[in-house]
């Protein structure tokens, strides 16, 4: 017999999920300046190929996202970009 809620154990679990490398992985970034922001993404991505979507403004307008897709080759890589982004100033926070 199948308890209530078996079908969504999976979601409840602190199992991380398989990620197979490479892959095509985004960040959020938030901060207040989109400039500011564009230049934090540049520094940190380097030479690696990579796209940012239009920005997004919060409904009050201070704080603007920018979406970062590229190919990532490990999941090393891919915490290190992310402690990277965190890191700058301009960056307020990376999803």
Sequence with gaps: ?????????HLMSNAR???TYPLEWEYRVIG??????????VTVMGSRAHSVA???RSR??????LHVVLIV????ERD???RELVA???????M
Aim: aromatic share 4%; net charge negative.
């Design 54 to 56: 239009e920005p997004r």
């Design 32 to 41: 207040a300046d989109e400039a500011d922001l564009r230049s934090a993404i």
């Design 60 to 65: 009050e307008g201070r704080w603007i996202s």
């Design 1 to 9: 017999m199948i308890r209530a809620g078996a079908r969504y154990d």
């Design 80 to 82: 290190d970009l992310h």
């Design 73 to 76: 080759h490990t999941e090393q």
């Design 17 to 19: 999920p398989t990620l």
């Design 88 to 94: 700058h100033p301009a960056v307020r926070l990376v």
